[in-house]
């Protein structure tokens, strides 16, 4: 378990790039935290130091954005927070994306398709908001 403060918002650079050291290896990487906490502003800050040139927005309503990596490989940006069965995730045919190990998946609320995540390949980024507006990010890959 890699634990890494951010306290304060003009650091988030430096921090996607420690993020992205430590989980190398991984093609998946899972984003927890209450509603607020930062998980798509982190995100936009990684798909940045990937060398992502479109505008990242959270997929709230579509569940998936498709981008593109500084070497043309893609990047994927979901949000499953408005999700209400599972099945929605396999009409969209997960699979594609998951399994796809030249692609990178960043994911919002993963604890609501936790069953369908491959065994192997996947990171997780737990982000707890502290009470002076700092976050604590504990990765565990």
Not at 23 to 33: A, E, H, L, Q, S
Request: aromatic share 12%; hydrophobic share 40%.
């Amino acid at each position: 378990m890699i634990t890494i403060e951010l306290q304060n918002i003009g650091d988030i650079e430096d921090v996607a790039h420690q993020i992205i050291g430590a989980v190398k290896g991984k093609n998946i990487i899972c984003f927890y935290g209450t509603m607020g906490a930062g998980k798509t502003t982190l995100i936009r800050a990684i798909c940045k130091v990937l060398g992502v040139a479109d505008v990242v927005t959270s997929p709230s309503f579509a569940l998936v954005n498709e981008y593109t990596d500084r070497n043309g490989k893609p990047v994927y940006h979901f949000d499953f927070y408005r999700i209400k069965r599972i099945d929605e995730v396999y009409d969209f045919g997960y699979e594609e994306y998951f399994y796809n190990p030249d692609a990178f998946c960043l994911i919002e609320w993963p604890e609501l398709i936790e069953q369908i995540l491959p065994v192997d390949g996947v990171a997780n980024i737990h982000i707890n908001v502290n009470a002076d507006g700092s976050r604590t990010l504990q990765i565990s890959a």
